[in-house]
Nanobody, 116 residues
């Protein structure tokens, strides 16, 4: 079973920062994009940020200017630097990998909790 390894979640005060990372195994071939989604209690999972092989990034409007997604292609790793965190950023964050052949993989999720 393919497993994405996530790390970096935790508890932080509003205004603080966290950095998430996710590494995909080399058994996943032809990765075309990597990204982060989140799901808050009672809400649907939503895209937070995504980055393609070519470096094109997409962000949810509410995180623009606060979150930065980056990627180390050599390590099959994607990062999400989250600054100026707000209470509404509290959610379980999931790493996502897309392949050129239509495959899609998810991490197990990491909790991010922002306190006042």
């Amino acid at each position: 079973q393919v497993q994405l390894v996530e790390s970096g979640g935790g508890l932080v005060q509003a205004g603080g920062s966290l950095r998430l990372s996710c590494t995909a195994p080399t058994s996943i071939f032809s990765i075309s994009a990597m990204g982060w989604y989140r799901q808050a209690p009672g809400k649907e999972r939503e895209l937070v940020a995504r980055i393609t092989n070519g470096g094109t990034t997409t962000y949810k409007d509410s995180v623009k200017g606060r979150f930065t997604i980056s990627r180390d292609n050599a390590k099959n790793t994607v990062y999400l630097q989250m600054n100026s965190l707000k209470l509404e950023d509290t959610a379980v964050y999931y790493c996502n990998v897309e392949t050129s052949w239509g495959g899609r993989y998810w991490g197990q999720g990491t909790q991010v909790t922002v306190s006042s």
